[in-house]
Nanobody, 125 residues
Framework: QVQLVESGGGSVQAGGSLRLSCAAFGHYWSRNCMGWFRQAPGKEREGVANIDSGGRTRYAESVKGRFTISRDNAMNALNLRMNSLKPEDTGIYYC???????????????????WGQGTQVTISS
């Protein structure tokens, strides 16, 4: 059974940093695009960052220069380093496994076939 488990969420003040991690169980994901999404209260889920099987990364404009996505294929782990956090970064963050080695350019959630349960990130001003 495929399972993704996020960790590392929490509450920090604006300007602070957090590091999210996602562990995969039941499958080996080195050949898949992996992504991070988030959903703020009252808003639709949006893509934050993704990384394809070759290590190429893509970021939402709102997080460019502040967030860094990385993957450790040997450990079957996906990470998201978040710096200079803002209150608008608040939300539930989800990791997801893409169905293909390449990632969709528009963070289309339908391109991802497995999702974690999410981890809460709260940024106070």
């Amino acid at each position: 059974q495929v399972q993704l488990v996020e960790s590392g969420g929490g509450s920090v003040q604006a300007g602070g940093s957090l590091r999210l991690s996602c562990a995969a169980f039941g499958h080996y994901w080195s050949r898949n695009c992996m992504g991070w999404f988030r959903q703020a209260p009252g808003k639709e889920r949006e893509g934050v960052a993704n990384i394809d099987s070759g290590g190429r990364t893509r970021y939402a404009e709102s997080v460019k220069g502040r967030f860094t996505i990385s993957r450790d294929n040997a450990m079957n782990a996906l990470n998201l380093r978040m710096n200079s956090l803002k209150p608008e970064d608040t939300g539930i963050y989800y990791c997801a496994r893409g169905a293909w080695p390449s990632c969709s350019g528009d963070f289309n959630s339908r391109s991802y076939n497995y999702w974690g349960q999410g981890t809460q990130v709260t940024i106070s001003s």
